[in-house]
Each structure stands twice: as C-alpha cells, then as structure tokens.
C-alpha cells in the first residue's frame, strides 16, 4: 500500500508557481520521498527526491519539513506541458527494497 | 527520451497468441523493473533483476513470462494472455536497487481480445 496522502487534482493558472502537497505521516528516518509525474499514457518521468533537506533540480524544487511528516512539490512557472498526475512515494533506503509503490497521484491541470 | 525503449508501443493480441514485450535501456544500469498499469489502478511491479538475475516475481501469473539476457535487455513473453491483462506494461531500469533512481520508457499498450 502507498504510504502518502496526495489530493485528487488540483488546477494552477499557467505561469504561476504549482504547489502540490504530500502527506506521509508514518515516514521512517530512513526513507525518502521521491516524485514522478506521469502524462497521458506515458511512462512515468522522475522529478526529484530527498530525505530531509530541501532539494531544487532544473525542474522542480521539494520542500521537506522538519517533522518529515509532509512535503511540498514547486513547479515554480508551470506551462501547459506540466499537465500531468503527480506521484509522491516514499522509499526505504534498505537494500532489498527495490520497489517504487504508486498511489493515485494528484491530477494536476494547468490552466491558460 | 529517458534512455529506456520499449517496443512495439502499441499490441493487440488474441487469447491464444505468444507474443513479446522489449526492453532495451542505453544507461548502463544493471537493475531492470516490468511494471504493469491498468485502467484506473496504480502502477504494479512485476519483477525485478538484478545483473540479469531474478530478484523479485510479485506474485505474477505465468502466463507473463520474463527474460533478461543481459543488463541492458528485458523481455515479457506473453502466453495465454486473458482480457483483463490489457493495460500498459511499463519498463524500467536504475543503477542498481535499493534507492536508485529508476527511469521509465514509453511503455506499450496491450490489448488483449
């Protein structure tokens, strides 16, 4: 079972910052949280992850906070190719531990 | 392009065909994933390999059966396939397991009829 709390959708006007929240109340210390999006009928495409810190790559930044208990995904000028459903996972860092467990994500729409 | 193709992307297949899924990833990682989506149901891992051994077969039916030749090959043989085995079966690989990044392909869409 997925171990995160995504809301169903969300809409977010283009050009505007695209804020998505994740719950993972019962995150462990060591597992981290990691987030795909996935458009139509497409594979899923890695974001970003992190284990407490902050973390900003060239497409996303994640906010973690200091309770790890939830995060925050940023898109920070989302354009109508950021349409999409969002998944956020936590993973344990234990070997062995191979699998990526999905949710249902959070369906994303950008608006013109 | 994430480094990870599969073919053919689209499949219709009758219950009594064989028929296989490819998987051909340019990355030089040694883990690779099958995962299968159906409509409406979050994404199911399949199996697992690591450095083209087995490591993991979640409870899959045997009519879906995989091959790994080396690591940068992954075959799903499909046999006996049932209608409600279509869905998109999705690829993967990372540099090894545990928390390495995985990287999707396109996935193929299989309908079974």
């Known amino acids: 079972d997925a171990k995160t709390t995504q809301p169903p959708s969300m809409d977010c006007a283009e050009g505007r910052a695209a804020n998505l929240p994740c719950n993972h109340s019962?995150?462990?210390?060591?597992?981290?949280v990691y987030w795909y999006r996935q458009i139509h009928s497409q594979g899923p495409q890695y974001i970003i992850h992190?284990?407490?810190n902050n973390e900003t790559n060239e497409m996303a930044s994640l906010i973690i906070t200091e309770d790890r208990k939830s995060s925050t995904l940023i898109l920070p000028h989302a354009t109508l190719r950021d349409t999409a459903v969002y998944y956020c996972i936590v993973r344990e860092s234990n070997f062995g531990n191979e699998k990526l467990t999905f949710g249902t994500g959070t369906r994303l729409t950008i608006i013109p | 392009e994430t480094g990870v193709t599969q073919t053919p992307r689209h499949l219709v297949m009758g219950m009594t065909n064989k028929k296989s899924l490819k998987c051909e990833q340019h990355?030089?990682?040694?883990?690779m994933y099958w995962y299968k989506q159906s409509a409406k149901k979050p994404l199911e891992l399949m199996f697992v390999?690591?450095?083209?051994?087995?490591?993991e077969n979640n409870s899959v039916p045997s009519r879906f059966s995989p091959e790994c030749p080396n690591s940068s090959h992954l075959f799903l043989h499909l046999h006996t396939l049932q209608p409600e085995d279509s869905a998109l079966y999705l690829c993967a690989s990372s540099r090894g397991t545990a928390t390495d990044t995985q990287y999707f392909g396109p996935g193929t869409r299989l309908t079974v009829l």
């Open positions: 992190g284990l407490k």
């Open positions: 390999y690591n450095f083209k051994e087995q490591t």
């Open positions: 990355l030089g990682h040694n883990a």
């Open positions: 019962t995150i462990s210390g060591n597992e981290y």
